[in-house]
């Protein structure tokens, strides 16, 4: 992998045949003998997979076998579970995602989920599978689960560059890129993860269709970025979180990788990420990084989180999983479970942290920013007890959230008000706290 400056290193566009350590599950050097052993997994892996009973998490699936599992558990689930057209792609195969959402008359936010954007980040893949089983088989037990189901839609989205995928299960296993032809055919593939609306090539990407980070001929110049911007754009106001899943290296990343500004909420962000960083190393031990792109990985433009972040989804995250490059790209099967396992407490703790703010209709669907101070701790304090909701919280700032220690409250945020475009949309943070905000609508 490529030094950067500052000794940090280049995960994500890392020479990584080179990195690939000899005892690694390949031997990329020769392409002959990768097919073949490539090949004796697809054997097996055909004869194993016949139903979803028998679907095993613990393997890396082909592009038709997750389709046909896509298919059945939406079959199996379909009360929760609808399998959705979101696209074609460059080579003309369809995009798909699962939205997993329990009937109910309440308004809903949307997490947003993708994975495998870059086609050998086969973890990131499966990530989506685990995490799509997990809902849908503890939902109904777990009470943790169908309390972010109450207030939450999931949109999965478990293979994003479908053509790329398809291109490490049959010719290079370490390919990055979409498969989209240029320079009349000599070169291909565009970084979709480059090729976002967001300071679109402006650092950390190429121009030069050869380089693993060329950032397409222009701002969602491929169909695969146009398909999840244009879903996205269109159901945005209710957003509440994007997750895009990718390996490796074990970091959290926020928003941007283009400028060292943060976004205004960036250090609610940091809090959130760096709780689900705790909740991530507490299940298997393994420590996670957090921070903004440029700040603890390298300056990137274009990518889908920082656009996500720029159209107003206030949580906008990248996950890098495991590992930080002994096997890099070709994480063994072996670690898919613990792999899986532990990113699951990551994203679920994120989930938690960032729904209750959100969770009723209304309210808010863009950047923060700091206003002057409004209202005093103690004005705030007589107004929450002197409220009585029904529900014990929060009977002014009627859409908010609590962050509590040890049963003690330390943090209020919350909105006064009740609707989304009135004068008294203020956001605050009295408690502890000389911080104000005030929503902004974009
Ligand atoms: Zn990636």
Known sequence: MAALANGRYDWEYADHISAVPAESMFDFANRGSLYEQW???VDKTESSWRSLETYNYNKYHRIEEIYLWMNQISEKYKDVVTQHFLGMTYENRTMYYLKISQPSNNSKKIVWMDCGIHAREWIASAFCQWFVKEILQSYKDNSRISRLLGNLDFYVLPVLNVDGYIYTWTTDRVWRKSRSSHNNGTCFGTDLNRNFNASWCSIGASKNCQDLTFCGTGPVSEPETKAVSSFIESKKEDI????????????????????????????????IAQKAADALKAKHGTSYRVGSSIDILYATSGSSRDWAQDIGIPFSYTFELRDTGKHGFVLPEDQIEPTC?????AVLSVLDDASP???????????????????????????????????????IIKRG???????KIIKMVGIQGGDSTGSKNKMETPLGSARYRKFRQL
């Open 39 to 41: 090949q004796e997994v």
């Open 240 to 271: 509440l979180c994007f997750l895009t899943i990718h390996s490796y290296g074990q970091l959290i990343l926020t928003p941007y990788g283009y400028t060292q500004n943060k976004s205004s909420n960036y250090e609610e962000m940091i809090q």
């Open 341 to 345: 396992e532990e990113t699951m407490e």
């Open 357 to 395: 703010f959100w969770q009723k209709p209304c309210c808010f669907l863009g950047k923060l920013e700091e206003v002057p101070i409004l209202q005093s701790k103690k004005q705030f304090s007589e107004s929450r007890t002197s409220g009585g909701s029904s529900k014990g919280a929060l009977p």
């Open 401 to 407: 959230r609590q962050t509590e220690e040890n049963g």
